[in-house]
């Protein structure tokens, strides 16, 4: 039985099939476990809003880090920007340091007023926010709850929950996100949460941070679930969803960086990445998204080298012209 187990952990590391490599691994991840199912084990250990919890910590330092390397590479643009031409500074210059002195500004200044803080909120407390938000889109998406009832009662979550407000939204997003993506068939509460979540920005109930934070720590949940075994589709399901929030301008592009985090930081899993990414920046290209960002895109890209360099000195990749450009060079970054 041994030699049968030392062939499927061979195939586990090196099948060219992902899905096929990932089957394998759970086989022999449940004969080690005693031949309990991936879902027996889970709620033997820990629940998806336990996994949340415990990593949101994780993922506000990764986004302190993050956002004290864009504030260091904002500083050497302005620097930049505002030397001197022919003795005297270039209006032009001066306009974009300008204005990208005040984006700063507004960033720190939302930065500053997100709540991170989980110690805040119990075992309770999370798993009361994740069945309102698997429930909230459930009956929204089947018209039951109209467009006022849906304002109102996510009111009412961050009323009750005002000791951490921007956490507690965060991890209702988060379930609902985890409740769309999860099953094939709920095309419509896909296709309904972006409305929904402009709904809410309208009426001023959710702010970009707590979006942006939902969308990481869902993806802090499927890493440690490794959620696409179970949904062969995670990532196309996820790419939709996503996309529109771009698209529309509900989170920043960069959100794109801060859910690599989670995959980045396990070399396992790495390959899942590009795959990811492709997912939603090819329901970008088909929307026909024109605000494409080549130092963003150029970021994106930088990051994933760096995770399969293992922390390595990396030179920075090209800049991308396109959204293709972009889809082409993750997949030779992968396939290095």
């Not at 449940?30 to 889970?42: I, L």
């Not at 938000?133 to 009832?149: G, I, P, R, V, W």
């Not at 988060?174 to 709920?186: G, I, T």
């Not at 970008?284 to 994933?304: I, M």
Request: aromatic share 6%; proline share 2%.
């Amino acid at each position: 039985m041994d030699g049968y187990f030392s062939k499927l952990d061979t195939i586990s590391k090196t099948h060219p099939d992902t899905r096929l490599r990932h089957l394998t691994f759970n086989i022999i991840e449940m004969r080690k476990s005693g031949w309990k199912t991936r879902q027996e084990v889970k709620d033997s250990d820990e629940s998806m809003s336990s996994v949340v919890r415990q990593r949101a910590t994780e993922w506000a330092i990764a986004q302190a880090d993050f956002q004290r390397k864009e504030d260091e590479r904002t500083k050497k643009d302005a620097a930049k920007s505002k030397k001197l031409v022919g003795g005297k500074t270039s209006k032009e210059q001066a306009k974009k340091a300008d204005a990208k002195g005040v984006a700063h500004k507004e960033a720190a200044a939302a930065k500053q007023s997100a709540d991170v803080t989980v110690a805040a909120l119990s075992e309770e407390q999370l798993g009361t926010i994740e069945s309102l938000a698997k429930s909230t889109m459930t009956e929204y998406a089947q018209n039951f709850l109209s467009e006022d009832e849906v304002v109102a009662q996510v009111e009412s979550i961050k009323e009750e929950y005002s000791q951490a407000p921007t956490c507690g939204l965060s991890n209702f997003f988060c379930s609902m996100v985890h409740h769309s993506v999860s099953n094939n068939k709920r095309t419509k509460e896909r296709e309904l949460f972006p409305q929904l979540v402009r709904l809410l920005q309208k009426h001023g109930i959710v702010k970009k941070e707590a979006l942006q934070q939902a969308f990481v720590k869902f993806m802090d949940a499927a890493v440690a679930t490794e959620m696409w075994v179970d949904v062969p589709k995670l990532w196309s399901n996820l790419g939709d969803i996503l996309s529109k929030c771009i698209a529309d301008e509900l989170v920043d592009f960069d959100v794109i960086i801060l859910m690599m985090g989670p995959i980045c930081n396990e070399e396992d899993y790495l390959e899942v990445a590009p795959e990811f990414v492709n997912s939603t920046l090819q329901v970008l290209d088909e929307r026909g998204y024109d605000e494409f960002d080549g130092d963003k895109a150029s970021r994106v890209v930088w990051t994933l080298q760096k995770a399969y360099n293992k922390g390595k000195k990396t030179k920075k990749p090209a800049r991308p012209s396109s959204i293709a450009d972009l889809m082409t060079a993750l997949e030779k970054v992968g396939a290095q």
